[in-house]
C-alpha cells in the first residue's frame, strides 16, 4: 500500500494564507489485517491543528475519509474538538485512558479503524527511527504500551521482542 501520496494543504490560524506542511514523519504496514498496531507517526510540534490535516491529507485516498480520531489528553492538552482537513472536518474525541496517551485511533471510511503509535515530537531521532521501523513491522505482536516501554528501557528488549514474534528492533 502507498500509504503517503502528497503534502497536506492547509491555512494556517489566524492568517489566510496557504501553507504547504512537510510530509509526515509515518510508517505504515503494508497489510492492515495485523497485529496491534497499523503504523507510527512521529509529528513535529504538539498542535493537533497543524499536525492532523498533513497527516490524513498525506493518505491514500482509497482508505477513506478520516472522520474522527481519538487522541490521548496527556498527549495533546490543547486538542480541539474538531480540526480542519482539507476537504474535510475531522472530529477529534479526547480520553483520559493511559494505553491511548501515545496512541491515535483514526476512523477512516473504507478500512475502519486504524492505530497509530505517536512518538512525542521532541524524542530523540535514534529512539524514534526504531520505534518507527518497529510499529510498521507487520510482524508486530506489541501494543503501544510495550513498545514504548522497551524504549524507555534504552531498547535492550531486543530478545523481549524477539520472543513476542517481532524480528528485533534495529
Known amino acids: 500500500m502507498n500509504a503517503i501520496t502528497?503534502?497536506?494543504?492547509?491555512?494556517?490560524?489566524?492568517?489566510?494564507?496557504?501553507?504547504?506542511?512537510?510530509l509526515p514523519r509515518l510508517r505504515l504496514t503494508p497489510d492492515v489485517s495485523h497485529g496491534p498496531l497499523d503504523g507510527e507517526w512521529w509529528p513535529?510540534?504538539?498542535?493537533l491543528e497543524l499536525e492532523l490535516p498533513a497527516l490524513v491529507?498525506?493518505?491514500?485516498?482509497?482508505i477513506g475519509t478520516v472522520t474522527r480520531v481519538t487522541v490521548g489528553t496527556a498527549a495533546w492538552p490543547d486538542a480541539?474538538?474538531?480540526?480542519?482537513?482539507?476537504?474535510?472536518?475531522?472530529?477529534?474525541?479526547l480520553?483520559?485512558?493511559?494505553?491511548?496517551?501515545?496512541?491515535?485511533t483514526m476512523d477512516c471510511g473504507t478500512v475502519g479503524r486504524w492505530e497509530l503509535l505517536v512518538i512525542p515530537p521532541d524524542e530523540p531521532a535514534g529512539a524514534a527511527t526504531r520505534l518507527l521501523t518497529a510499529a510498521a513491522d507487520?510482524?508486530?505482536?506489541?501494543?503501544?504500551?510495550?513498545?514504548?516501554?522497551?524504549v524507555e528501557s534504552g531498547l535492550d528488549g531486543q530478545d523481549?521482542?524477539?520472543?513476542?514474534?517481532?524480528?528485533?528492533?534495529?
Open 57 to 62: 491529507g498525506s493518505l491514500d485516498p482509497s
Open 80 to 93: 480541539p474538538h474538531e480540526v480542519m482537513a482539507p476537504g474535510h472536518v475531522i472530529e477529534v474525541v
Open 138 to 150: 507487520p510482524e508486530n505482536p506489541l501494543s503501544v504500551p510495550r513498545l514504548l516501554a522497551l
Open 6 to 22: 502528497k503534502p497536506a494543504e492547509g491555512t494556517a490560524p489566524g492568517d489566510g494564507h496557504t501553507y504547504r506542511m512537510p
Open 44 to 47: 513535529r510540534c504538539d498542535a
Open 95 to 104: 480520553t483520559d485512558l493511559a494505553a491511548e496517551a501515545h496512541a491515535i
Open 160 to 170: 523481549t521482542w524477539e520472543s513476542e514474534g517481532g524480528s528485533g528492533l534495529r
